[in-house]
């Protein structure tokens, strides 16, 4: 049994009179895929926010790997092995693709890291996602699929142990989600990463991670495995429609 | 111990009547601040285009400042249209979301304006003073109040700076143009999805907002026994004090942010002089203001009343 | 995975750009001795050079532009005078000759702007775009009005209208201030050029790029800024200072906001965001502003803000930018210029 990675423990984060997250628990253990889901604005993208350090939870506290973070702001969490994508894309765009991941490696985990090993690291890295060939081209040349693929190529230059991938295949076409998928396979096993998706992309998500957690009106309101959570009622009841449909998305595995 | 109180009570009052003053004269930055995004930072030498033109009036046309103010505010408008036109539609005209980016570049054509209005008046006016010399708006230049003597002259400031903040509020809460641009002020997106064309309120905002300070400029006149161009120095920074302590697009608030900021001033320059009179009283008292801008913008950068 | 690829990183200083600094620090030196031009308008030009450099460290490499630098200008020139004052007894200046004194002054000047900036910066770096721009503007004039009020009082004789004249008995070469600001601004110089090269010069590009991204994936945002703004604080005011024991006296012009106009126009035109172009900023616009005041006296600021709004309205990356689109024989002058 692998140990406990990610401990988030009652968190509770208000923006004035809204509760956007509302006594949240969720464990994650070393290793395991999982796929955070639920309607638009049920607090997905604040959990994360949270875990990094954005915000700070009113209530509550996070911890990983032992230590707590609750409130350490994000360059520090970065520096302790988390790493967050962005859902609307934040490319360095007067950066090349190749000095964009760079940023990553250099303020990521490793300490005292020189340019050459930062250079290095980044570009095996646009290798693994397949950008190598625009490495010298600048951030802003690239279209939607391949700057997708750069903010993970940053993320992972910093050396994440737990990577938090925000709506990362929203916008892409079939063809782009199977390649994005199978690179976040690869990259996962590669690295022995632990992975947390948010995803509104229901076959993808459901075929990719391990377990689900479902959060609607900032509660947690289901978790459990894909096959689980489309028998789930509330589930059902919140999100995904009629049953028949939600089973047919698991199936289609 | 009453010649202190007295002293006490003419300088607060003395200082909220500035604040008077300088809220009004600050209405133009404000709507132009919280509709466009777009920093005024020539504010100072707006308020002195109307201050000058009013001069002009009195001393070459021999005509009344109270004819002069109207002479001042036609000129404004044409001036925030021009303005308009010559720089900012480009910058801001068919955008919909103010980039950081765009921000910092309207924030540096409005310095560079301001750079050239005020060369403008050092090379056509000059730097002497200027004023309305003898002109007062009652008979008398003071009137007493309670056993306080005060300025007519600040006092018709003050009254007439308290009308002007009330119209103005009244035209934009009230009228069908005013909530358009309150419209546009709070998303541009959504209002030009209903139908408000945002490059015709962006342009009836800069009118507004440049207009509304050029015939603010010579409430400044009512104060200051003469200006020069560099006055517009001075009062550039105040208003901006002034707005982010009401709140960016706030009439209501602009006007109690100058209250505020010129009581300050006034009880300041009392408690100064009282305990070290080495010290100069009214450019430490001036000081203050600016310590509230900045106090401002750190602990609640949308003001007292702001829109968020 | 090969090592054979050639990188290029844009916002590493190339060259040029060094050479260009390493020209700047050699050639004014000989400009002097060969007597082309005179001193003082030597120290002029290199003080406009050094001071679009030291800004260009917190409005060049992180984007915040700042509309009242030029406080620390006051805020040094007023220490530095003051320390000459009442150091009077140890006679420093004299005591070290060739402008080594006067320029260990200066350190200690810039060295109190450079507190100033961090004991501000940590809330007002917390402030974004126009807001943060506000915020230094309204410290330049609530420092300017402190001063104003409280310097005469130290000394109410002499001090009057916070005007602070160098003793009449101190005679300072003007050699000696040269040599003392080509240190100071050469120093400035290569400050430009080790944040360019260094981690912390990328981080501080991440953080003008995009902030939140920077800060999430580990660039420690606020204590960058904060550290790239007293920097820019230490220089203005080192140089500051030396301009002031240059003018022979200190009085609130120190703090006037025609210097904050004067350094964010040379970034300005030079273009944003290089440190190339703070360079060239300099040069250019201390020779647009002679040629200026000698063609069209009276309204030669006039037409230096038409400059500046064509510049923002059609090329707003600056002369650098204009520069960057050509290519001389296939190599993109975009890539060799940082």
């Known amino acids: 049994m692998s140990s406990k990675i990610l401990v988030i423990d009652g968190v509770t984060k208000r923006f004035g009179g809204l509760t956007a997250l509302d006594n949240v628990s969720i464990t994650v253990r070393e290793g395991e895929f999982v796929g955070l889901i639920g309607p638009n604005g049920a607090g997905k993208t604040t959990l994360f926010n949270c875990i990094t350090g954005y915000y700070k939870p009113e209530e509550g506290r996070i911890f990983f790997k032992g230590r707590e973070i609750t409130g350490k702001p994000p360059h520090l969490t970065t520096k302790y092995g988390i790493v967050k994508t962005h859902q609307i894309v934040k490319p360095f765009k007067n950066m090349t693709v190749l000095e964009n991941a760079m940023v990553g490696a250099l303020f990521g985990k490793r300490k005292g890291i020189s340019t050459g090993e930062a250079r290095e690291i980044s570009y095996k890295m646009l290798e693994i996602v397949g950008l190598q060939e625009k490495a010298e081209e600048y ?57 947390i998706m948010v995803e509104h992309v229901m076959h993808a998500v459901m075929n990719i991670a391990e377990r689900i957690v479902v959060l609607h009106y900032g509660k947690k309101i289901a978790e459990g495995t894909p096959q689980e959570i489309a028998k789930t009622p509330e589930v059902i009841t919140a999100y995904l429609g009629e049953p028949e449909l939600a089973l047919k998305f698991v199936k289609r595995l | 111990m009453s010649d202190l109180i007295n002293i006490l009570l003419i300088n607060v009052i003395n200082g909220i009547l500035w604040g008077l003053i300088i809220g009004a004269s600050s209405l133009g930055l404000t709507e132009l601040w919280g509709v466009m995004k777009v920093v005024n930072i020539a504010q100072g030498e707006t308020l002195l285009l109307g201050a000058y033109i009013v001069i002009w009036a009195y001393t070459t046309l021999a005509l009344s400042p109270l004819i002069g103010i109207w002479i001042a505010l036609v000129i404004g408008i044409v001036a925030g249209a021009i303005v308009y036109f010559l720089l900012l539609h480009k910058l801001i005209g068919k955008v919909e979301v103010i980039t950081l980016k765009t921000e910092m570049s309207t924030l540096l054509i409005m310095f560079a304006l301001s750079i050239i209005l005020s060369n403008s008046y050092y090379y056509w006016i000059g730097a002497e003073p200027k004023g309305l010399g003898t002109w007062k708006f009652f008979s008398s230049t003071y009137i007493i109040i309670g056993g306080l003597r005060l300025r007519t002259n600040e006092i018709f400031a003050a009254t007439f700076a308290i009308i002007l903040t009330l119209v103005i509020y009244l035209f934009l809460n009230k009228t069908i143009i005013g909530k358009a641009i309150r419209a546009v002020m709070q998303d541009a997106q959504a209002a030009s999805l209903v139908g408000i064309n945002p490059v015709k309120i962006k342009l009836l905002t800069s009118i507004l907002g440049i207009g509304i300070t050029v015939f603010t400029g010579f409430l400044i006149l009512l104060h200051e026994a003469s200006i020069t161009p560099e006055t517009a120095v001075k009062y550039a920074p105040i208003a901006f004090a002034v707005v982010v302590l009401g709140g960016l697009g706030n009439e209501l608030g602009t006007l109690i942010g100058g209250i505020i900021i010129g009581f300050v001033y006034g009880l300041t320059k009392v408690i100064i002089s009282s305990i070290n009179p080495a010290i100069l009283s009214d450019p430490f008292a001036l000081s203050t203001a600016f310590m509230i801008l900045v106090l401002t913008l750190l602990l609640k950068p949308e003001g007292l009343f702001g829109r968020g | 995975m090969s090592m054979a690829y050639k990188i290029n990183f844009s916002y590493h200083l190339k060259r040029p750009t060094l050479l260009f600094i390493i020209l700047t620090i050699i050639i004014v030196p000989i400009l002097k001795l060969l007597n082309i031009f005179t001193t003082d308008t030597l120290i002029i030009m290199m003080s406009f050079i050094g001071y679009a450099a030291a800004l260009n460290i917190i409005m060049g490499f992180t984007g915040y532009v700042d509309f009242g630098h030029t406080v620390f200008i006051g805020i040094s020139g007023y220490t530095y005078v003051l320390l000459i004052w009442y150091l009077e007894p140890f006679n420093i200046l004299q005591h070290f000759g060739s402008g080594v004194g006067a320029l260990i002054l200066a350190i200690l000047a810039g060295l109190v702007s450079a507190v100033v900036a961090i004991l501000v910066g940590y809330p007002v770096l917390k402030l974004r775009g126009a807001y943060f721009a506000i915020a230094t503007l309204g410290l330049d004039f609530a420092a300017l009005y402190i001063v104003k009020s409280t310097v005469p009082a130290l000394n109410p ?64 945002t606020t204590k960058y800024k904060i550290i790239a703004y007293s920097l820019s604080a230490f220089f203005t005011g080192l140089i500051g200072s030396l301009m002031v024991l240059n003018s022979g006296g200190v009085n609130e012009g120190a703090f006037h906001i025609s210097h904050s106009i004067d350094m964010i126009v040379m970034l300005v035109i030079g273009g944003l965001g290089s440190v190339f172009g703070s360079i060239l900023g300099g040069y250019i616009y201390y020779w647009l502003y002679d040629t200026l005041l000698v063609k069209f006296p009276g309204i030669n600021l006039i037409i230096l803000g038409i400059i500046v709004i064509i510049i923002i309205l059609f090329a707003p990356e600056g002369i650098t930018g204009i520069i960057s689109k050509y290519k001389i024989k296939n190599i993109k002058l975009r890539d060799l210029i940082d």
Not at chain 1, 168 to 175: D, Q, S
């Open chain 1, 139 to 195: 951030a802003s040349a690239l279209n939607l699929h391949e700057t997708k693929m750069l903010e993970l190529a940053r993320a992972l230059s910093a050396e994440p142990e737990l990577l938090l991938l925000d709506e990362a295949l929203a916008g892409l076409n079939p063809k782009e989600t199977i390649d994005a998928l199978e690179i976040i396979k690869k990259v996962k096993e590669e690295f022995k990463l632990t992975i």
């Open chain 3, 157 to 220: 004789s002499q001090f009057m209208a916070a005007e602070i004249i160098l003793r009449r008995d101190l005679i300072v070469p003007k050699s000696m201030i040269f040599n003392a600001v080509l240190v100071a601004v050469s120093l400035t110089l290569l400050a430009n050029y080790i944040i360019s090269k260094s981690r912390f010069g990328i981080g501080l590009v991440a953080i003008k790029e995009d902030e939140d991204a920077a800060e999430d994936i580990g660039v420690p």
